[in-house]
């Protein structure tokens, strides 16, 4: 997966593409092109209590551009601008991944240039950004000891279309809209996909449809 990473880095002309992610047990593992000394410091200084990615990510399943994340406070900032000395780059997108019994991932890239160089790149790249991020998240899996394989149930086309509107941000107005349907059928579709997927909510439907690639965003 490293080398696989690095190849990738070179393909897209990015400083950086990480890989990070947390099993059921909580253990921490990772895959990425970040300086081993940035990595240390970061472990060092328990950084992760107040990333603004990890903690802006953690509550999203959508893909997140760095500047729409809050650096606001003055450790944040801080903590911002020794990234960017380190080599970090002063862009960032990162997709967030959820996977089965709590795991939690990020797939990362990074880089040094102007807003607009980053927008078109986002714009061009994040399709296959997506595709990827999941791909990689596939193969993690296989390496966490004592999983139990997942029992895959397949959406209906129109359960897919749902959760792709939802999962793109539309409300549930706007799906039912887009979809030209009734709020009521627009439910039907919800709670049968949720169910097929072993959700606890709507949001939890979306990012598992997410994590298993039965939707692209």
Known sequence: MQAVIEALRDHFRVDHLVYHWVDSAGDQYGCGTYSDDWRDRYIEQNYVRLDPVIIGCYSRFHPVDWKRLDWS???????QAEAIEYGVGNQGYSIPIRGP??????????????DQAWTVFIEKNRRDLLLI???????ALEFEPDR???????????????????????????????LSISEH???VYIESARAKLGA?????????????????V
Do not use: W
Not at 133 to 139: L, V, Y
Not at 153 to 173: C, V
């Open 73 to 79: 406070g003055k450790a944040v900032r801080a903590f």
């Open 200 to 216: 606890m909510n709507t949001t939890h439907a979306v990012a598992r449809a997410l994590s298993r690639g039965l939707i692209v």
């Open 185 to 187: 059928t627009l439910r």
């Open 101 to 114: 019994n709590g795991q939690f991932a990020l797939f990362t890239a990074s880089h040094n240039c102007d």
């Open 148 to 178: 139990a394989p997942e029992v895959a149930r397949q959406l209906s086309p129109r359960e897919i279309d749902a959760m792709t509107l939802l999962a793109m941000g539309y409300n549930r107005a706007q799906v039912a809209d887009s």
């Open 133 to 139: 991020a999941h791909e990689f998240n596939r193969k």
